[in-house]
């Protein structure tokens, strides 16, 4: 049994399910070129999706889950975190093969059945060594992408920090920071403006966790992290910040009050005299 999932003019993506209940997702490429240069993307990146047959400009893939379905409601900021420092691994990567994704976006992260995370879709992958780019074109999910992206402006490997951090926002409020359906010229203005705070929607957030999150989708791109590192650091001291409030926790000992163990005491001797008493009778 075959579902068209998505169709567009560059691809289409089928979701297959055989005889036996086995699921697997197919994408057909309607050009040679996109499908050739999706094909090298993934042999050259170690966090890509691999696909588990290529045929005739069609890439299969194993039906995984993906981030989308685990944003139904707000994710503890634990596993929040856990899961933003695997895609701090995914943007690290990207950076060193000098490639930038812009598009990343929980459809587009899956995990593997060791809960790895992996990444898939690179129509609109870029490389920034290439002075015209080869591959890619000029677009998004516009939800989660930066503000220079709106513009067609260069863009750097922060664009995917910043929608890296707009995901970051939806696991910890169940919600993503803007509304991809309002007219764009009314979100680019939004996300111009300023980056938003995730405290307004959870107000169970840290003023650190806050802080990553605005850092991460500030407007201005030399206002994130220039240093993936400082980012991982923060991540980390988060997780450690809330296994040091469990350690730390004051223990609560509730003592017997010195009445309580002289009844305890008067009752235990009365105990023994009735038995006693019985005993006595009983020879008698």
């Given at each position: 049994?075959?579902?068209i999932?998505?169709s567009?003019?560059?691809?289409?993506?089928?979701?297959?399910?055989?005889?036996?209940?086995?699921?697997?997702?197919?994408?057909?490429?309607?050009?040679?070129?996109?499908?050739?240069?999706?094909?090298?993307?993934?042999?050259?990146?170690?966090?890509?999706?691999?696909?588990?047959?290529?045929?005739?400009?069609?890439?299969?893939y194993?039906?995984?889950?993906?981030?989308?379905?685990?944003?139904?409601?707000?994710?503890?900021?634990?596993?929040?975190?856990?899961?933003m420092?695997q895609?701090?691994?995914?943007?690290?990567?990207?950076?060193?093969?000098?490639?930038?994704?812009?598009?990343?976006?929980?459809s587009?992260?899956f995990?593997?059945k060791?809960?790895?995370?992996?990444?898939?879709?690179?129509?609109?992958?870029?490389?920034?060594?290439?002075?015209?780019?080869?591959?890619?074109?000029?677009?998004?999910?516009?939800?989660?992408?930066?503000?220079?992206?709106?513009?067609?402006?260069?863009?750097?490997?922060?664009?995917?920090?910043?929608a890296?951090g707009?995901?970051?926002f939806?696991?910890?409020?169940?919600?993503?920071?803007?509304?991809?359906?309002?007219?764009?010229t009314?979100?680019?203005?939004?996300?111009?403006?300023?980056?938003?705070?995730p405290?307004?929607?959870?107000?169970?957030?840290?003023?650190?966790?806050?802080?990553?999150?605005k850092?991460?989708?500030?407007?201005?791109?030399?206002?994130?992290?220039?240093?993936?590192?400082?980012l991982?650091?923060?991540?980390?001291?988060?997780?450690?910040?809330?296994?040091?409030?469990i350690?730390?926790?004051?223990?609560?000992?509730?003592?017997?009050?010195?009445?309580?163990?002289?009844?305890?005491?008067l009752y235990?001797?009365?105990?023994?005299?009735?038995?006693y008493?019985?005993?006595?009778?009983?020879?008698?």
């Amino acid at each position: 049994m075959k579902t068209i999932l998505k169709s567009s003019n560059s691809t289409t993506i089928t979701l297959n399910e055989d005889e036996y209940g086995t699921k697997t997702i197919s994408k057909l490429f309607h050009n040679t070129r996109s499908f050739e240069n999706e094909c090298q993307v993934i042999e050259l990146l170690n966090c890509a999706l691999k696909p588990s047959n290529k045929h005739k400009q069609t890439l299969t893939y194993p039906f995984l889950e993906s981030l989308q379905n685990r944003l139904q409601k707000p994710r503890p900021m634990k596993e929040a975190c856990k899961i933003m420092l695997q895609v701090c691994i995914i943007l690290k990567e990207l950076q060193q093969k000098a490639l930038i994704h812009r598009d990343i976006k929980p459809s587009n992260l899956f995990f593997d059945k060791n809960n790895k995370l992996l990444i898939n879709d690179f129509e609109t992958i870029q490389n920034t060594q290439q002075t015209t780019p080869s591959f890619g074109r000029t677009c998004g999910t516009p939800t989660y992408m930066p503000p220079e992206q709106f513009k067609n402006d260069t863009i750097t490997h922060l664009a995917d920090q910043y929608a890296a951090g707009a995901i970051l926002f939806h696991l910890l409020c169940g919600a993503p920071p803007y509304n991809g359906q309002i007219p764009l010229t009314e979100l680019h203005k939004q996300k111009s403006e300023r980056a938003p705070n995730p405290g307004k929607l959870n107000l169970d957030l840290s003023a650190p966790c806050c802080a990553i999150v605005k850092r991460m989708m500030a407007p201005a791109p030399k206002e994130r992290y220039q240093n993936l590192e400082q980012l991982v650091t923060e991540l980390e001291a988060l997780l450690q910040e809330k296994r040091s409030l469990i350690l730390e926790a004051p223990s609560v000992k509730i003592s017997t009050p010195a009445k309580a163990k002289d009844h305890k005491v008067l009752y235990g001797a009365i105990a023994i005299l009735v038995i006693y008493i019985i005993y006595r009778l009983s020879i008698s």
